[in-house]
Nanobody, 127 residues
């Protein structure tokens, strides 16, 4: 059974930091790309970051570039999203997702690119 367990969300003040974790199981972790998305109330799901399979390349949209850093611990089948300089507009439910296809260009921005999804963890940034 495929599982993606996101954790680490919580309440943080603007300017603060938070680290999310996503523990994966049930699929060959090393061969899959892992991504983070977020969805705020009333808004579409937005791509936040992605780490490619079998190499350390990471990708970020301009909205979080320089503030968020994604990393992977393949020994633990876990990815992390270190979020810094948080803003109230970062408030959302954060989801991790997995795909067996290597990201190509902006393909990973599309939620349909991703095959497996976790349940999400809530991040609330207060002003």
């Amino acid at each position: 059974e495929v599982q993606l367990q996101a954790s680490g969300g919580g309440l943080v003040q603007a300017g603060g930091s938070l680290r999310l974790s996503c523990a994966a199981s049930g699929f060959p972790f090393d061969d899959y790309a892992i991504g983070w998305f977020r969805q705020a109330p009333g808004k579409e799901r937005e791509a936040v970051s992605c780490i490619s399979s079998n190499d350390p390349s990471t990708y970020y949209p301009d909205s979080v570039k320089g503030r968020f850093t994604m990393s992977s611990d393949n020994a633990k089948n876990t990815v992390y999203l270190q979020m810094g300089s948080l803003k109230p507009e970062d408030t959302a439910i954060y989801y991790c997702a997995a795909a067996s296809v290597k990201p190509n260009g902006s393909s990973w921005y599309d939620p349909d690119f991703w095959v497996y999804w976790g349940q999400g963890t809530l991040v609330t940034v207060s002003s």
